[in-house]
């Protein structure tokens, strides 16, 4: 279990380095997981660690100088459009994904 907090401060650190290098660069970054599994890292059945993904919903972060909410109970379709909409690019109509701003 040490291993796993330890390589969670070294993503902890990298992702800041990151997030620093985006807001210097007056740059727009979206910080999300494909599926979580955070909230249970230890699996009750069988004592050991829990490597299977859960269906918890997981966090949307956004970096950057624009005010940004999103809605609740946004999917993985969803992040594209989105990152599109906050670029101010066109949405292609092949995408099925809503803009999940407020």
């Known amino acids: 279990m040490l291993l796993v907090y330890s390589t969670l401060g070294l993503l902890d650190e990298c992702l800041g380095k990151v997030v ?20 249970m890292m230890v699996n009750p059945e069988a004592g050991g660690i829990h490597t299977a993904h859960t269906n918890l919903p997981v966090p949307l972060i956004y970096v950057g100088s624009k005010d940004v909410e999103f809605k609740e109970g946004g999917k993985l379709s969803d992040l594209a459009p989105t990152m599109l909409f906050l670029s101010g690019i066109d949405i292609p109509a092949e995408m099925s994904g809503d803009v999940i701003v407020k």
């Not at 620093?20 to 007056?26: H, S």
Request: charged residues 25%; glycine residues 16%; without cysteine.
């Open 20 to 39: 620093e290098a985006i807001k210097e660069a007056d740059g727009q970054l979206l910080i999300t997981a494909g599926h979580g599994n955070a909230e």
